[in-house]
């Protein structure tokens, strides 16, 4: 079931198409990422799906029929990039509060903020002021303040912003956990190699259009250019065959890229006859951040083309 849909979505601003014509759909459960470079139109989508903005053409599903926002908003959790706390209020306060502005009673408040309060080892930060924090200090904390009403659909924008790799394993985890209790996640970063280890599911927006969507794994196997690593003992400087193409050469192992309609039973025997001692063999897919890098320049290039 898909937990939320976005269909032939629309925004304007002045001459700006900040979204233009953007579909898409999201599981219930899953890590969903939310790609693109700066100005990409990311934001803007996230506003639309809080119901911050409205789109001017298009619409929404959520939870299987028309996303109404007023009454929707209680089942999303949003954690923008930009600090959503106030500085000179008591952190437990502030707490609480948020959490009754999502339909919380207080003692379910309390009870939930202890909880996560304990879990991200903040229990001595009930008394402190948010102006008291350091950067990583107040990523945490309005994490919680984002997941502690148990949102069905919880959208994080640069969660790992200022964090140390300590407490960013620690979020980590936690996302994994809502996650496996039902709740899906949407995750916007600019950190390729994040939404590698996290997420299953991504869209690349670039200029306020979709540029690719899917499974993660799907994808990387969609844009593999058949290049394999060799590891072996000993290898020669020199490899002379039509089969491959060498990319690069180091003195225990070797990346090369096969030629079409060549087998990797054929390569493998290549090298049996060469007497080289194989170590390990595998296929190289491209990261995501390679795939991404590859299709914005693409992009680029067919909008010069085009204004030329």
Aim: glycine share 6%; proline share 4%; with cysteine.
């Amino acid at each position: 079931m898909n937990i939320i849909e976005l269909h032939s979505l629309k925004k304007h601003f002045t001459s700006q198409k900040a979204v233009d014509d953007i579909s898409f759909h999201i599981r219930q459960g899953s890590i969903f990422g939310l790609l693109g470079p700066n100005g990409a139109g990311k934001t803007t989508l996230l506003r639309m799906i809080t119901g911050i903005f409205f789109p001017d053409s298009g619409h929404i599903q959520f939870n299987g029929r028309a996303f109404h926002p007023q009454d929707d908003i209680i089942n999303i959790g949003y954690m923008p990039e930009e600090r959503g706390l106030y500085k000179k209020m008591k952190i437990g306060e502030q707490v609480i509060y948020l959490a009754r502005l999502k339909g919380m009673n207080k003692a379910d408040a309390i009870e939930a903020a202890k909880k996560w309060f304990v879990k991200l080892e903040m229990e001595s930060w009930w008394n402190k002021k948010v102006e008291d924090l350091s950067k990583g200090m107040s990523q945490k904390l309005q994490f919680v303040t984002t997941v502690m009403h148990n949102p069905k659909l919880i959208i994080l924008d640069e969660p790992f912003s200022g964090l140390d790799p300590v407490n960013a394993n620690m979020i980590k985890e936690e996302i994994f956990n809502l996650s496996k209790s039902g709740a899906t996640i949407i995750f916007s970063t600019h950190r390729m190699e994040q939404v590698e280890e996290i997420c299953n599911q991504i869209v690349l927006v670039n200029k306020g259009k979709k540029v690719l969507d899917g499974e993660v794994n799907q994808i990387k196997q969609d844009f593999k250019e058949n290049i394999y690593k060799l590891g072996a003992v000993t290898l020669a400087e020199q490899l002379m065959t039509p089969l491959f193409e060498v990319v690069k050469h180091q003195p225990d192992n070797l990346l090369l890229k096969l030629q079409p309609n060549v087998t990797t039973n054929e390569l493998l025997q290549y090298f049996i006859q060469q007497k080289v001692s194989i170590q390990s063999f595998n296929e190289v897919l491209p990261s995501l951040n390679d795939i991404f890098i590859k299709l914005v320049e693409e992009d680029h290039s067919a909008t010069r083309k085009f204004q030329a």
